[in-house]
């Protein structure tokens, strides 16, 4: 028998992982496992052709967060139109109870289902077809949400968000040939093709962690270059040589270092980037990176 949950779970930030310590302590109680169920795609998508989404994880990043919080199992839904026409009703007869859900842990002001509910209503269908449903309580003290992290993220508060998350924020894509100007003035980058509708935060440059070591990535248009209005992610991995072309690169972001700006020389632009080395690095030293 399982104890479930149900959510986007966006960002997988500080209030969700307190509505799944809440689904692990009620699962311990009742000697149930744990069952995460969340979709491949954000709902709006399917309900709303013109929708854009800006999200803070891929799926792939997503899954990765919510099995590191040790839950039994994460179940992935397509969400499709089918799925939409559901009621909660049909959902929980038709998608949780073929997967043994005995408990629904619901969060403090979560929905599911085609049409108008309220939590009564929930615990009502749940005792017709032997779910018991529970309300989760919002996380203490403060109030974590997926739309604060995207305006802290656009304003480069790069720590106030990865508070808000609990973790570091994820960028990840894979590397792709670029304009190569960062070989030419000794600060080889590797160019990410990151995936369409992540977040990214404002433009500037970052220092990040990265699988080989401390990292300096820089958003936006390379106004030193003139490149126009491409936004690009480019990352100089310190005291890395190699080829990473077609790879996947995965970064956490460990501060904000400066505003992009256009220097009048590509000596002053080296000059800068020296110095954004020995800031990301003191940043390293500190435990900061």
């Not at 998508?45 to 040790?70: A, F, M, N, W």
């Not at 629904?104 to 929905?111: E, I, Q």
């Not at 269908?125 to 309580?137: L, M, N, R, Y």
Request: glycine share 8%; charged share 25%.
């Amino acid at each position: 028998m399982f104890a479930a949950t149900i959510g986007f779970f966006d960002g997988v930030h500080r209030g969700h992982r307190c509505l799944i310590d809440q689904l692990t302590g009620l699962a311990r109680e009742r000697r149930m496992d744990t069952l995460v169920l969340t979709m491949d795609c954000h709902p709006r998508l399917v309900l709303q052709s013109d929708y854009i989404p800006q999200l803070l994880t891929t799926l792939e990043e997503k899954c990765r967060l919510l099995r590191e919080t040790g839950i039994s199992r994460l179940d992935v839904l397509t969400f499709d139109s089918d799925m939409a026409r559901l009621s909660a009703e049909e959902f929980m007869r038709e998608v949780l109870k073929p997967r043994d859900v005995s408990l629904l842990l619901m969060g403090y002001d979560h929905r599911f289902g085609h049409g108008e509910a309220v939590f009564e209503d929930y615990v009502r269908w749940g005792e017709a077809c032997g779910i018991e449903v529970v309300k989760a309580h919002e996380l203490p003290d403060t109030h974590v949400s997926s739309t604060t992290i995207r305006r802290l993220l656009a304003e480069g508060s790069i720590r106030e968000a990865q508070e808000l998350l609990g973790h570091p924020y994820l960028l990840s894509g894979t590397v792709v040939e670029g304009h190569r100007l960062g070989h030419t003035i000794g600060f080889p980058t590797a160019n990410l093709a990151i995936t369409p509708g992540k977040v990214l935060p404002r433009e500037g440059a970052y220092a990040v962690r990265t699988p080989y070591g401390v990292g300096m990535m820089d958003i936006g248009t390379r106004p030193t270059a003139n490149n126009g209005s491409d936004l690009s992610v480019e990352v100089h991995l310190i005291d890395f040589s190699g080829d990473l072309y077609g790879q996947k690169l995965s970064l956490e972001l460990a501060g904000f270092l400066r505003e992009e700006r256009a220097f009048p020389s590509l000596e002053a632009l080296k000059a800068q980037l020296e110095q954004d080395r020995e800031s990301a690095l003191r940043m390293a030293e500190r435990g900061d990176v």
